[in-house]
């Protein structure tokens, strides 16, 4: 069974920063693209940033340089640090792994919830 652990959000104030953490288990983790998404109320789920099982890395433009998304094969762990945090990236943050053999799988977790207010 598939399972993946967010942690790490909180209450933080405009400006500071947080490190969410994803475990993951039940899954080939060093050979699956690992993802940040994030939800707001009444918004649709976007994406924030994914990493590939080679470590090639894409962010959303509104990430501009503030977030850094990195996995850590040895712990089945991959981590968004999150920098210079503003008001409108209030969401729950939710991990995604994708794993592709014959078929692709596509799991999430249950997220974490980032809040960032003054």
């Known amino acids: 069974q598939v399972q993946l652990v967010e942690s790490g959000g909180g209450l933080v104030q405009p400006g500071g920063s947080l490190r969410p953490s994803c475990a993951a288990s039940?899954?080939?983790?060093?050979?699956?693209?690992m993802g940040w998404y994030r939800q707001a109320p009444g918004n649709q789920r976007e994406l924030v940033a994914i990493i590939s099982s080679g470590g090639t890395t894409n962010y959303a433009d509104f990430v501009q340089g503030r977030f850094t998304i990195s996995r850590d094969n040895a712990k089945n762990t991959v981590y968004l640090q999150m920098n210079s945090l503003k008001t409108e990236d209030t969401a729950v943050y939710l991990c995604?792994?994708?794993?592709?053999?014959?078929?692709?799988?596509?799991?999430w977790g249950q997220g974490t919830q980032v809040t960032v207010s003054s």
């Open positions: 995604n792994a994708v794993r592709r053999t014959v078929v692709i799988r596509t799991y």
């Open positions: 039940g899954i080939l983790f060093s050979a699956s693209d």
